[in-house]
């Protein structure tokens, strides 16, 4: 399996914003939320990003465990930048060795709005290229200025792109030409892109938005926050609800919520029959109105014979990723005698915001008995009902 990894780089003083004290820009809440949350919420989140740790600096550690812990179990530790965001890059490349990632995609945390689509994009450009980075047609005419502040010439701008990150490069390339460069008393680069130009790696431009701005002054914060205000104005909130049942099976284990318990059963399916995650499944769906589990993997299509029910979670998490939407939060109830819910309900709130890339805080997990009543009641089986709030644009 192809696996990538995202460095989040973060240990910059943001000096450009605050000049030189107070909170680090990456740390600042935006819509109350700190920066650094948005960039891990996307790449954290993403089906194709396997790990990603963030490149901080120490003196921030508090300010870090207040923006990562609702990621916590998807990242690694935090590493120790360095003083230019080319040696913090290095650091987080030479922390994901025992990760040995096919293709890495490397990011700064000062750019918060990154999308899920760019990341795709970034990572399919990546089949056919050493390296592949966001960027934007530049779209103002140019002027280069003289010393005395006039204008010297006009810049012809065709083919000018700006550099924005993700910035995306196959692991073992972009780490060797890193390590070489520094080697050579090279560490001007401030992007990764010229340090891989300078190393002579063939670099794609993937076209993105200017959405995707980084936050430099105290000026760009602001226009974040109006431009973030206005997209929250611009959502609406959509729920939906889904309702599963399986029967118990001879067996010796069953899935629930993503969590495989040894039980006296297992329950009959075409897939694992993880009852909950099919419920949750047909909530997100319901939510989104697009269909249910039966429409998109119907049980007649023998290759979701014995498959794993997270592939049907994250595939309607990619759903409202299309959409440019958003899960706001998620609640299973299982109703059943047996196994008992409560000793697994933090593993199962785990890996329910592991698949939908969501905090394990917007996960809930609940179960009841039925009394001994009915087909739950004499142990024949199993039932799951779940909710799904989600964000939309109106
Ligand atoms: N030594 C550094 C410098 C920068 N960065 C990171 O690189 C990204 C882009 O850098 P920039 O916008 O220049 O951030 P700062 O260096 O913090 O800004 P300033 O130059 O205004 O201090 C940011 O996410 C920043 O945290 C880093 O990890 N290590
Ligand atoms: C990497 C980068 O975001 C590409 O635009 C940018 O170069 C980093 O910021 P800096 O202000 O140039 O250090």
């Known amino acids: ?228 205000a206005r997209a929250a104005a611009l959502l609406e909130p959509r729920n939906g609800t889904g309702f599963d049942v399986h029967r118990f099976a001879a067996g010796d284990h069953v899935w629930l919520c993503g969590v495989k318990i040894a039980h006296t059963h297992r329950l009959e399916g075409h897939s694992d029959a993880d009852v909950g995650l099919h419920a949750l499944t047909d909530a997100i769906l319901g939510a989104i109105g697009d269909g249910d589990i039966g429409q998109h993997f119907p049980p007649s299509d023998p290759q979701w014979r014995g498959a794993a029910s997270r592939i049907f979670l994250a595939d309607a998490a990619a759903r409202v990723r299309k959409l440019n939407g958003r899960i706001v939060n998620v609640d299973v109830t299982l109703l059943c005698e047996a196994p008992k819910i409560g000793p697994h309900r933090e593993a199962m709130r785990d890996a329910i915001g592991g698949i939908l890339g969501i905090g394990a805080e917007r996960v809930g997990i609940k179960a009841t008995t039925m009394e001994g009543l009915g087909f739950i009641g004499r142990g024949e089986g199993i039932a799951a009902m779940a909710s799904a709030t989600v964000l939309l644009p109106a």
């Open 1 to 228: 399996m192809v696996t990538t990894a995202a460095v989040i780089v973060a240990a910059g003083r943001g000096t450009r914003v605050k000049g030189g004290s107070g909170t680090p820009k990456q740390y600042l809440p935006l819509g109350g939320t700190p920066v650094l949350a948005y960039s891990l919420r996307t790449l954290t989140g993403h089906p194709r990003v396997n790990t990603a740790v963030v490149v901080y600096n120490p003196e921030d550690a508090e300010f870090y465990q207040a923006a990562a812990a609702p990621f916590e179990g998807r990242l690694r530790p935090p590493v120790p930048g360095g003083a230019t965001r080319q040696a913090s890059v290095l650091a987080g490349l030479e922390a994901l060795g025992s990760a040995s990632p096919d293709r890495v995609l490397i990011h700064d945390a000062a750019r918060p709005f990154l999308t899920a689509e760019l990341v795709d994009d970034l990572v399919a450009a990546l089949d056919t290229s050493a390296g592949a980075i966001a960027a934007e047609p530049v779209s103002d005419t140019l002027k280069q200025a003289a010393a005395d502040g006039t204008i010297s010439r006009t810049v012809d701008r065709a083919g000018l792109w700006r550099a924005q990150t993700p910035q995306a490069f196959r692991y073992d390339v972009i780490l060797e030409a890193h390590r070489r460069a520094i080697a050579e008393g090279r560490s001007d680069f401030t992007d990764d892109a010229g340090l891989a130009e300078w190393a002579g790696l063939p670099v794609k431009l993937v076209a993105s938005s200017a959405r995707n701005m980084k936050l430099t002054t105290a000026d760009d914060i602001e226009l974040a926050e109006r431009l973030l």
